[in-house]
């Protein structure tokens, strides 16, 4: 395998050794499609040429086996679905968390101790719907309004702990957004080491976090690792082809050296297990230096200085919520 050099984009692709082209991926659909359609057209072709009636050569009034023929099925066309009746109703503790307020636990005690009501009427059952465009809801005689939605991504500092609150720590990653520029109510999405750098995204969009940190979606992380010694080829290769940890087994997507520094790599990941980057090496007998997360869900840290962070365009918004995170 060639060397590569690391430039913070998507990483070599380990199937072939360099990087995929939307060209070559286009000429590989293109082929897997020409085989698909040449054996429909074979099956097919040989279904036009079989033999109908007597054969040839059968004796006259003998019985002639008839094949037997399954009935045809035919795709059913299902009506246009309406839109559900209520689709404007959400669960009235998501609305109270939405707003920023509290978590959806909270608002759950809340509504049971009789502190929210809708229309002017307490409300203490869990799960009631509410519309937020229509209805009046208010907490503790106070009315909710629907907090706006926002999205920004930040280049995490070093010493900074990724969480909310924590006693036990001198600084965590919401000290350094500023309530003036933002004051929504905002949470980290994913979690970085206390000692890993780089690209961490806030939002108050429950939907939006729970997608990217779920397991299925396989976002795409890039890390910028410094080792403690060279990065041997066998060690390189293991890493590919994947290792056993103690939680299962681990591949990277993509690795490559930094430069001719081989004791610098980038590593494309999809999991999202706890410290995975650093106990990948840690099995192998090395110690990460440095981590930094370079790229996260297709974001980058490009102009946003180590402590800083920007609200994202609506741009990199639409697709988040479309899924294209490479």
Known sequence: MERKTYTGKPAVKRESGRKSSSRETAKAVGRA???ISGRSAGRSDRQSERPTGRPAGRPAGRPVARPVTRPVTRPVTKPASKPAVGSDEVRLNKFIANSGICSRREADTYIQTGLVSVNGKIV????TKVNPLKDEIRFNNERIRGEKKVYLVMNKPKDYVTTLSDPHADHT???LISTDKCP???VPVGRLD???TGVLLFTNDGDLNKKLTHPSHQVKKIYHAFLNKNLTREDFNRILEGIEL???PIAA???SYVEEDKSQVGL???SGRNRIVRRIFEHLGYRVKKLDRVCFAGLTKRNIRRGQWRFLTEKEINLLKMGAFE
Request: hydrophobic share 35%; net charge negative.
């Open 33 to 35: 499609l020409g085989k």
């Open 124 to 127: 203490t059952e869990l799960g």
């Open 173 to 175: 990653v919401m000290e």
């Open 184 to 186: 929504e109510r905002v």
């Open 194 to 196: 206390k000692a890993t």
């Open 246 to 248: 103690e939680d299962g």
């Open 253 to 255: 997507d993509a690795l």
């Open 268 to 270: 494309e990941i999809h």
